[in-house]
Nanobody, 124 residues
Framework: QVQLVESGGGLVQAGGSLSLSCAASGLTFSTYTMAWFRQAPGKEREFVATIAWSGGSTYYADSVKGRFTISRENAKNTVYLQMNSLKPEDTAVYYC?????????????????WGQGTQVTVSS
């Protein structure tokens, strides 16, 4: 049974930083493309960042480029999202996701497995 468990969310002031983690189990983590998505109240789930199985390739949504960094540790079956210079518009539930597809995968429907999400709230 595949499980993705996010942690690290919380409340932070604008301009602050948070680091999210997603621990995976039940899959061969090193063979999966991993990603972070987010969903704000009343909005559709949107792509944030993705990282290749090797960690050698990353891709970001324009809204977070230069502020967020995705990384992974295959030995720990964990993917991370470092979020700096946070803005109130970054407030959302953040989800990690996994897919066997290779490449820059930003569409939600192409991901096979999802975590339960972690809340990030940025106050102004």
């Amino acid at each position: 049974q595949v499980q993705l468990v996010e942690s690290g969310g919380g409340l932070v002031q604008a301009g602050g930083s948070l680091s999210l983690s997603c621990a995976a189990s039940g899959l061969t983590f090193s063979t999966y493309t991993m990603a972070w998505f987010r969903q704000a109240p009343g909005k559709e789930r949107e792509f944030v960042a993705t990282i290749a199985w090797s960690g050698g390739s990353t891709y970001y949504a324009d809204s977070v480029k230069g502020r967020f960094t995705i990384s992974r540790e295959n030995a720990k079956n964990t993917v991370y999202l470092q979020m700096n210079s946070l803005k109130p518009e970054d407030t959302a539930v953040y989800y990690c996701a996994a897919t066997r597809l290779v490449g820059t995968i930003s569409r939600t429907r192409l991901y096979d497995y999802w975590g339960q999400g972690t809340q990030v709230t940025v106050s102004s």
